[in-house]
């Protein structure tokens, strides 16, 4: 059976960038049909980490107080290098509205924003799950303008016509593909393998912690309500050496970086089962839209997991894009009016995400430093230690782009943040 749907604006993939621009669009009047592959959000992410800039949004748009009790602050960061402590960072001590990133299960978030969507502006929003896009439609040919999306749905074909579609779908978005978008996918120097386990006592549980030990380094990101999530970096590749090692280098691995996790990695990972591995990669798109499509957060800029700005970033495009397209439509919603939209979109935002892409692989080139580079490493850090103000200066390029100092949450500054 064939079904067809007419919107608006079709946006395939119903995470944050997805579903936060659905909901601001529909608050706009702007009808729009989300297409998501998955049948519920209960399911494991990686990307928890939700930046200050980000959480202020969530506030300003009634999302933050739906998800009480869901997420937890984080007031600091700590890095120990070889043994060492080189650097602290207390978000208490940074002057914004919101200073803290918190750390929020992404099934809770998407849920929020779902449920925001579905009960405030039912009219224009509508969610369709297990939708999974196919192809997209085209007037003209195969090289015309993007006219709407097909999606296979356990129903039957499901067809969304649509003046603009959007691509929400992630770092490896099969909607970039099917553009034919050119990009360049760059890979780094290393993997991160993922695994998580209790929380240990004798940490604090609202401190993000770095682990270096030569040119090996360890993430661990308190996760509510009660485990840590661990990211420690091995060779792009290196996962099936790793494996063929057995369990027990991954327990020496992780053992050296932080001995009170030795005896529960022990416990907790009997298997590789328990672990993950996320391939890190950035990516470069010149062109994010075309006529009749636009891509947004990863598929647009898929960036590294430092400092949580993948999540940041969609969050950011999404409230960035809706009032253009919200200016498009009222200027006729014609196919120019909607590629200015885009253009004007990716004017708004490339800088932003060049500013944050450019601090992660500052700190990607840091981490991998050991022998002689790691002592510089070691003396760059303790340099930031001593100042507050090179701690805002450095954390702010990646937490601090949009809010201004201020103990007031105050309105945003430009179209970027126009909420």
């Known amino acids: 059976m064939t079904t067809e749907l007419t919107a608006d604006v079709c946006v395939v993939g119903g995470g944050p960038a997805g579903l936060t621009l659905a909901v601001e669009l529909a608050k706009r009047s702007v009808s729009v049909v989300v297409l998501e592959q998955s049948g519920h959000f209960d399911r494991s992410f990686r990307g928890e980490s939700v930046s200050p800039d980000s959480v202020w949004l969530l506030d ?54 779902a449920d925001l969507g579905q009960e405030e502006h039912p009219e224009h929003f509508t969610l369709v799950r297990r939708a999974t896009a196919t192809r997209l439609l085209r007037a003209g040919g195969e090289s015309g303008p993007v006219t709407g999306v097909v999606a296979r749905t356990p129903e039957g074909e ?4 649509a003046a603009l579609s959007v691509a929400a779908d992630g770092r490896f978005s099969k909607v970039r593909e099917m553009s034919g978008l050119p990009y360049t996918k760059l890979p780094l120097d290393r993997d991160v393998v993922w695994l998580k386990l209790p929380f240990p006592s004798e940490w604090d549980d609202r401190t993000y912690r770095i682990r270096i030990r030569g040119d090996q380094h360890g993430l661990f990101i308190p996760t509510h309500p009660d485990s840590v999530r661990v990211g420690f970096n091995i060779p792009k590749g290196g996962l099936k050496e790793l494996r063929a090692q057995g369990l027990p280098a991954l327990y020496e691995r992780l053992g050296g970086l932080a001995p009170e996790l030795a005896e529960s990695v022990r416990s907790e990972i009997r298997s590789w089962s328990d672990t993950s591995m996320l391939d890190i990669f950035t990516t470069m798109v010149p062109r994010w839209s075309m006529p009749g499509l636009v891509l947004i957060g990863d598929a647009a800029h898929t960036l590294t997991p430092i400092l949580g700005q993948g999540v940041n970033h969609a969050i950011i495009d999404a409230v960035t894009l809706a009032p253009l397209v919200r200016d498009a439509i009222d200027a006729g919603g014609d196919e120019a009016a909607l590629a200015r939209a885009g253009a004007e979109f990716q004017r708004a935002r490339e800088g932003s995400v060049a500013k944050s892409r450019a601090l992660q692989l500052r ?21 930031v230690d001593r100042s507050q103000k090179l701690k805002e200066r450095v954390l702010g390029g990646a937490y601090f782009q949009l809010q201004k100092p201020g103990p007031h949450v105050v309105e945003a500054q430009s179209p970027s943040t126009r909420v």
């Open 60 to 113: 300003k748009l009634g999302v933050l107080g739906r998800l009480e009790g869901a997420y937890q602050q984080m007031h600091g960061m700590e890095i120990i290098d070889s043994g060492s402590t080189v650097l602290r960072a207390d978000f208490r001590r940074f002057p914004y509205p919101h200073p803290y990133p918190v750390e929020m299960p992404q099934p809770a978030l998407l849920s929020a924003l």
């Open 158 to 161: 499901l067809t969304v016509r």
């Open 363 to 383: 700190q990607e080139r840091l981490f991998a430093l050991h022998g002689v580079g790691g002592v510089g490493r070691r003396s760059l850090y303790r340099v």
